[in-house]
């Protein structure tokens, strides 16, 4: 292939460069440097070449037309000439120019060389447009310029290039530039003309090297669809998204997915092979809605790419990614920077809290991690968009790039269709306004005026409420946390919410609940997805529809409660992770799907069949087992090795024995590969025989909540008795000076999960000079219980 010559106006991407952004654009550039430089990764790229800024300056230049495009600038600025018709004037003055002959001809041969390069006569390639100004950090151009797919032939090819030329005076780069101040007449186009992958037979997505909602580092995350990228870009589909932990991928055998949700991906974008259209729209196959674009392993590589890609750029990026038909290899077709977390303040964030109880009017995928509240503004076409109220909440079907002059000004957005990658997605992270996308019908069920409260504040998944719900903002500066000898840990219940906290400076997760992920993301009873015999027709039916995309039941439960373990452990890796075996009492999981066929009716719950009573009875044994088989998974398969098991609700030293027991038949054996083991403090028998616990366990966790019930003989969940349960009551307070010197004692770990920490600075205090060896508290009161720990450690050492 040819070289730079003197002057070029094409140049090979094997031959640019980051350096080269003034002469090749940012995306151009980028590719050049991927090409280049990370190919020992594995990394792949379609070959292709660049036309260069100079040559489109020549291209002005030689058909006399700059002065023209000037003042058809000057006549909007000045409000003679609206947005539509200045585009619509520079454009045409640039589709009815000619290529110069030298121009054309590098084209040309360029193209022939590469049909050379992949043997055959007329390549189908892909033509995107590259400008020079873009890609900068605090700026994105997604979708401003245009990209022509499947071009053949030199005459369609030269076409596509003048169109490409065409596409830097769009009416939405035209605002975009003017918004963000740039010189329309200092950015120059460059064109890149790849080798076409055939995605159309397969799939493609969008591959974000960081967490995109709360800037977490430490995962991958992506998004995929049946067909051409366009349609998840457009937030025409709701692609399947995949989540994975970045640390563990070099470690042997780990395979650290994360999540795997299976997105609807109604519809798919393929090439036309006739009627003069690049594209066409078909619906996707029953087969294909319900399976992934991706197997683990190719999830997997994707992800290292993402490690590499970061790495060699050194900053959090955003890539594009196609997967070929043909020869079922994955390939990066598009790099940039990531603009939204990459430059951000690590030091401080805000936290958004809803202050009154409601029940939300629909759910989509969560976008920022704000909430925002008003009246809805409903427009269902582009064309209507003049009729917006600044101020308002955007609801619509969803959005391109047209829509952004009037999504900077809204308070917030929701969309019917589209992911965390979507159009929508990717330009209301940019302007720092909510949105709810995806949300399937929320044009049909909200009307025009109606106030809305959106709500961004939980995780990935967002929420909507019909009103205006009152919510609070808080402002956290953590570079005023002071150091603390004990060791302060978060508990975590959510999942989808745990990215948002890891900037707080905790130690680990001192307690992460397997009965939330349970309830919330699994839905359905473990015995009664192993004996669907027992389970009522709609209740089957409903297993059915929840474990689509899985082998089969148990593999369903298997694998998501494993990935939302693996979730809850990520932010704070390495440090330990703590995750509480279920802890469901009988009334709560004859709530789940199928649960009443198994669960017996108890006057007491509280203190029934709960905690470990069940792990070793017939009644609950199996689905103990796949509750063994998640764990084993977290630690052996993904990789997190900081996973300590702990046992809820143990009554005697004999049952521990039995729990043990059954745990090691299932593959969990106290000491084989690390596996800790630790033990819920909260019966007073496990305080009374801590010596004998002890001998059988790895550590304690205080739980204070049902320690309390227990030694008051007060149900905490009684209203009538609110007033008398106290975790602050002498005899509380003395059985937990009792465990803590006990466990001491015996020479192993303790520390608290319960909820008096939070509620209670003094109690925090208290528990500091009785020489806890951890604290574990809620989100929402770890700055100021840090201070009230880190205070009391100050007088303890006097």
Same mark, same amino acid.
């Given at each position: 292939?040819?070289?730079?010559? /003197?002057?070029?106006?094409?140049?090979?991407?094997?031959?640019? #460069?980051?350096?080269?952004?003034?002469?090749?654009?940012?995306?151009?550039?980028?590719?050049?440097?991927?090409?280049?430089?990370?190919?020992?990764?594995?990394?792949?790229?379609?070959?292709?070449?660049?036309?260069?800024?100079?040559?489109?300056?020549?291209?002005?230049?030689?058909?006399?037309?700059?002065?023209?495009?000037?003042?058809?600038?000057?006549?909007?600025?000045?409000?003679?000439?609206?947005?539509?018709?200045?585009?619509?004037?520079?454009?045409?003055?640039?589709?009815?120019?000619?290529?110069?002959?030298?121009?054309?001809?590098?084209?040309?041969?360029?193209?022939?060389?590469?049909?050379?390069?992949?043997?055959?006569?007329?390549?189908?390639?892909?033509?995107?447009?590259?400008?020079?100004?873009?890609?900068?950090?605090?700026?994105?151009?997604?979708?401003?310029?245009?990209?022509?797919?499947?071009?053949?032939?030199?005459?369609?090819?030269?076409?596509?290039?003048?169109?490409?030329?065409?596409?830097?005076?769009?009416?939405?780069?035209?605002?975009?530039?003017?918004?963000?101040?740039?010189?329309?007449?200092?950015?120059?186009?460059?064109?890149?003309?790849?080798?076409?992958?055939?995605?159309?037979?397969?799939?493609?997505?969008?591959?974000?090297?960081?967490?995109?909602?709360?800037?977490?580092?430490?995962?991958?995350?992506?998004?995929?669809?049946?067909?051409?990228?366009?349609?998840?870009?457009?937030?025409?589909?709701?692609?399947?998204?995949?989540?994975?932990?970045?640390?563990?991928?070099?470690?042997?055998?780990?395979?650290?997915?994360?999540?795997?949700?299976?997105?609807?991906?109604?519809?798919?974008?393929?090439?036309?092979?006739?009627?003069?259209?690049?594209?066409?729209?078909?619906?996707?196959?029953?087969?294909?809605?319900?399976?992934?674009?991706?197997?683990?392993?190719?999830?997997?590589?994707?992800?290292?790419?993402?490690?590499?890609?970061?790495?060699?750029?050194?900053?959090?990026?955003?890539?594009?990614?196609?997967?070929?038909?043909?020869?079922?290899?994955?390939?990066?077709?598009?790099?940039?920077?990531?603009?939204?977390?990459?430059?951000?303040?690590?030091?401080?964030?805000?936290?958004?809290?809803?202050?009154?109880?409601?029940?939300?009017?629909?759910?989509?995928?969560?976008?920022?991690?704000?909430?925002? /509240?008003?009246?809805?503004?409903?427009?269902?076409?582009? #064309?209507?968009?003049?009729?917006?109220?600044?101020? #308002?909440?955007?609801?619509?079907?969803?959005?391109?790039?047209?829509?952004?002059?009037?999504?900077?000004?809204?308070?917030?957005?929701?969309?019917?269709?589209?992911?965390?990658?979507?159009?929508?997605?990717?330009?209301?992270?940019?302007?720092?306004?909510?949105?709810?996308?995806?949300?399937?019908?929320?044009?049909?069920?909200?009307?025009?005026?109606?106030?809305?409260?959106?709500?961004?504040?939980?995780?990935?998944?967002?929420?909507?409420?019909?009103?205006?719900?009152?919510?609070?903002?808080?402002?956290?500066?953590?570079?005023?946390?002071?150091?603390?000898?004990?060791?302060?840990?978060?508990?975590?219940?959510?999942?989808?919410?745990?990215?948002?906290?890891?900037?707080?400076?905790?130690?680990?997760?001192?307690?992460?609940?397997?009965?939330?992920?349970?309830?919330?993301?699994?839905?359905?009873?473990?015995?009664?997805?192993?004996?669907?015999?027992?389970?009522?027709?709609?209740?089957?039916?409903?297993?059915?529809?929840?474990?689509?995309?899985?082998?089969?039941?148990?593999?369903?439960?298997?694998?998501?409660?494993?990935?939302?373990?693996?979730?809850?452990?990520?932010?704070?890796?390495?440090?330990?992770?703590?995750?509480?075996?279920?802890?469901?009492?009988?009334?709560?999981?004859?709530?789940?799907?199928?649960?009443?066929?198994?669960?017996?009716?108890?006057?007491?719950?509280?203190?029934?069949?709960?905690?470990?009573?069940?792990?070793?009875?017939?009644?609950?044994?199996?689905?103990?087992?796949?509750?063994?088989?998640?764990?084993?998974?977290?630690?052996?398969?993904?990789?997190?090795?900081?996973?300590?098991?702990?046992?809820?609700?143990?009554?005697?030293?004999?049952?521990?024995?039995?729990?043990?027991?059954?745990?090691?038949?299932?593959?969990?054996?106290?000491?084989?590969?690390?596996?800790?083991?630790?033990?819920?403090?909260?019966?007073?028998?496990?305080?009374?025989?801590?010596?004998?616990?002890?001998?059988?366990?790895?550590?304690?966790?205080?739980?204070?909540?049902?320690?309390?019930?227990?030694?008051?003989?007060?149900?905490?969940?009684?209203?009538?008795?609110?007033?008398?349960?106290?975790?602050?009551?002498?005899?509380?307070?003395?059985?937990? /000076?009792?465990?803590?010197?006990?466990?001491?004692?015996?020479?192993?770990?303790?520390?608290?999960?319960?909820?008096?920490?939070?509620?209670?600075?003094?109690?925090?205090?208290?528990?500091?000079?009785?020489?806890?060896?951890?604290?574990?508290?809620?989100?929402?009161?770890?700055?100021?219980?840090?201070?009230?720990?880190?205070?009391?450690?100050?007088?303890?050492?006097?």
């Amino acid at each position: 292939m040819s070289s730079k010559g /003197s002057n070029p106006a094409v140049i090979w991407l094997d031959q640019l #460069s980051i350096d080269d952004v003034p002469s090749v654009g940012g995306k151009n550039a980028s590719l050049g440097e991927l090409v280049g430089r990370l190919g020992e990764a594995g990394v792949r790229v379609p070959q292709g070449f660049a036309t260069t800024a100079q040559a489109f300056r020549d291209f002005l230049a030689a058909n006399d037309i700059t002065g023209a495009m000037q003042e058809q600038i000057r006549l909007y600025r000045s409000g003679e000439k609206t947005l539509q018709d200045t585009g619509h004037s520079i454009r045409e003055l640039i589709l009815a120019s000619k290529f110069p002959d030298d121009f054309a001809q590098q084209i040309r041969q360029a193209y022939s060389q590469l049909a050379e390069h992949v043997q055959s006569r007329d390549p189908a390639v892909a033509v995107r447009s590259s400008a020079t100004a873009e890609d900068l950090p605090g700026a994105s151009f997604a979708g401003q310029h245009e990209t022509f797919l499947n071009i053949r032939g030199e005459a369609a090819l030269l076409d596509a290039c003048l169109r490409c030329f065409a596409s830097l005076f769009t009416d939405r780069a035209i605002s975009y530039r003017e918004t963000k101040g740039f010189d329309h007449f200092a950015v120059a186009l460059s064109i890149g003309v790849q080798q076409m992958v055939r995605s159309d037979l397969a799939g493609s997505g969008v591959l974000f090297t960081i967490d995109t909602e709360s800037g977490f580092p430490g995962v991958a995350t992506m998004s995929a669809a049946w067909g051409l990228g366009e349609t998840i870009v457009q937030g025409a589909v709701n692609p399947d998204r995949y989540v994975v932990f970045k640390p563990l991928l070099d470690t042997p055998h780990a395979r650290p997915i994360i999540e795997k949700t299976l997105g609807e991906k109604a519809i798919r974008m393929i090439y036309a092979e006739e009627g003069g259209k690049q594209t066409r729209i078909v619906p996707s196959t029953e087969d294909q809605r319900q399976s992934y674009v991706l197997n683990d392993d190719e999830i997997l590589e994707l992800g290292r790419w993402a490690v590499a890609v970061e790495k060699h750029y050194g900053r959090p990026m955003d890539l594009e990614w196609a997967k070929d038909g043909d020869n079922g290899l994955l390939y990066l077709v598009q790099a940039r920077p990531e603009t939204i977390h990459g430059d951000s303040n690590q030091a401080g964030f805000r936290r958004y809290r809803l202050t009154a109880d409601a029940e939300p009017a629909l759910s989509g995928v969560a976008i920022g991690s704000a909430i925002a /509240s008003g009246k809805v503004c409903l427009i269902r076409d582009a #064309s209507d968009i003049a009729h917006f109220q600044d101020g #308002s909440i955007l609801v619509t079907g969803n959005t391109d790039p047209d829509w952004v002059p009037i999504m900077k000004r809204a308070a917030g957005i929701v969309t019917d269709r589209g992911g965390s990658t979507s159009h929508a997605a990717i330009v209301s992270r940019e302007l720092g306004v909510p949105a709810v996308v995806g949300t399937g019908k929320a044009t049909e069920i909200f009307h025009d005026g109606q106030e809305i409260t959106l709500s961004c504040a939980g995780g990935d998944k967002g929420l909507i409420f019909d009103g205006l719900i009152d919510f609070d903002i808080e402002e956290i500066d953590l570079s005023a946390l002071p150091d603390t000898r004990t060791g302060i840990m978060l508990n975590i219940a959510d999942p989808a919410a745990a990215f948002q906290w890891w900037r707080l400076p905790a130690k680990g997760v001192g307690l992460a609940r397997m009965e939330f992920i349970i309830n919330n993301l699994i839905k359905v009873h473990p015995m009664a997805l192993l004996h669907p015999e027992r389970v009522s027709a709609a209740d089957n039916r409903h297993i059915r529809e929840l474990v689509r995309g899985h082998d089969n039941p148990a593999d369903y439960f298997v694998d998501i409660l494993a990935r939302g373990i693996g979730r809850l452990a990520a932010p704070f890796f390495p440090h330990p992770a703590i995750v509480r075996l279920s802890d469901f009492k009988t009334n709560e999981y004859a709530h789940l799907v199928g649960g009443e066929a198994f669960e017996p009716k108890e006057e007491n719950p509280m203190l029934g069949f709960r905690g470990a009573s069940r792990y070793y009875d017939d009644r609950y044994r199996d689905g103990f087992a796949l509750e063994c088989r998640a764990l084993r998974k977290v630690r052996e398969e993904m990789g997190f090795a900081n996973v300590i098991v702990m046992v809820p609700f143990c009554r005697t030293p004999a049952e521990a024995d039995r729990v043990l027991a059954v745990m090691a038949e299932n593959g969990l054996r106290r000491g084989e590969n690390g596996l800790q083991i630790y033990m819920m403090c909260e019966i007073p028998s496990n305080v009374l025989l801590a010596e004998q616990f002890a001998t059988r366990f790895d550590g304690f966790s205080i739980g204070s909540n049902d320690l309390t019930q227990l030694l008051l003989g007060v149900d905490r969940d009684s209203e009538l008795l609110s007033a008398m349960f106290d975790e602050r009551d002498a005899a509380v307070m003395q059985a937990i /000076s009792d465990a803590i010197r006990k466990a001491h004692a015996a020479g192993i770990k303790i520390g608290i999960c319960g909820q008096a920490p939070s509620n209670y600075p003094e109690f925090a205090e208290f528990l500091v000079h009785e020489g806890i060896d951890s604290i574990s508290l809620n989100p929402d009161s770890f700055v100021k219980t840090s201070a009230a720990i880190a205070a009391a450690e100050g007088s303890a050492a006097q």
